[in-house]
């Protein structure tokens, strides 16, 4: 089973299958590209029963990953950009959250943006203790999340919490995010693989129909408190002028004049 990219590297150890979201020198921003193979990866990994557990980790020691690539938001014109481009990240978290494997997101440095969306879909977070979560589009783009990722977070930290978070656009140090259930474990830098490869080899030796099921289970109760899509929101924002003004603003490496429209 080999279905890495020299953007997204993929191996198997054993019964723990790893990705390895590789562009560090751009802080493994995701390309369309690189959201399509990762739901490729979920697709074979869930078709070998000899693999027990996924883990996704950042190629270097910078970050997991810094979010998706902004260069690619120059071609959103018209409505259906904004929709079909929400709609298409959201089926490849979607599917991460669904695999019927357990998955561990090993997180160094920043998870922003995507990258947190990536983060927030897996089972379980170990990171280290220079790891920053965070989703500061209110500072960067003007976007917003997919009602899904919303919900994610609100599973994860809360509303007043989430609310707080997006409205400052502020990072989560390491400390602060398993005080507030968004990791599990903070563990050395010198030390986290092993750790991680502990964490999921143990997982790997127990019962993975109890683990399958019992992931399923916890997804059905989340996603039954899920409400529809709300298209108006998402064009809301991705059509507006703030949200061009964000993109130019970000790629010129500029404060963005925000005027509320």
């Not at 007043?160 to 903070?186: Q, S, Y």
Request: charge should be neutral; aromatic fraction near 6%; hydrophobic fraction near 40%.
């Amino acid at each position: 089973m080999d279905t890495g990219t020299p953007d997204l590297l993929f191996e198997r150890r054993g019964p723990v299958a790893w990705v390895t979201f590789n562009r560090p020198e751009s802080r493994n921003a995701m390309t369309f590209a690189m959201y399509d193979g990762l739901a490729r990866i979920c697709d074979a990994v869930e078709a070998d029963p000899e693999v027990r557990v996924l883990v996704l980790t950042g190629a270097g020691d910078k970050a997991f990953v810094a979010g998706t690539d902004i260069s690619q938001f120059q071609t959103f014109t018209e409505p259906k950009h904004a929709l079909d481009y929400e709609a298409r990240i959201d089926g490849v978290i979607g599917r991460l959250e669904a695999l019927a494997r357990p998955t561990i997101a090993m997180v160094r440095g920043y998870a922003v943006g995507g990258g947190a969306s990536i983060a927030l879909a897996c089972d379980l977070r170990i990171c280290t203790p220079d790891a920053r979560f965070g989703i500061p589009i209110a500072r960067t783009l003007g976007n917003c999340l997919s009602m899904n990722n919303y919900s994610r977070l609100v599973d994860l930290i809360g509303p007043a919490r989430t609310k707080e978070i997006i409205f400052t656009a502020r990072m989560v140090g390491a400390e602060e995010a398993k005080a507030i259930g968004l990791v599990n474990e903070i563990v050395a830098p010198e030390e986290l693989e092993a750790r991680v490869t502990e964490v999921a080899e143990q997982i790997a030796a127990n019962a993975p129909l109890t683990i399958q099921v019992t992931k399923e289970s916890v997804r059905r109760v989340l996603a039954h408190r899920r409400p529809e899509r709300s298209e108006e929101l998402i064009l809301r924002c991705y059509m507006s002028e703030d949200f061009r003004e964000g993109v130019r603003a970000f790629l010129e490496k500029r404060k963005p004049q925000w005027k509320g429209r």
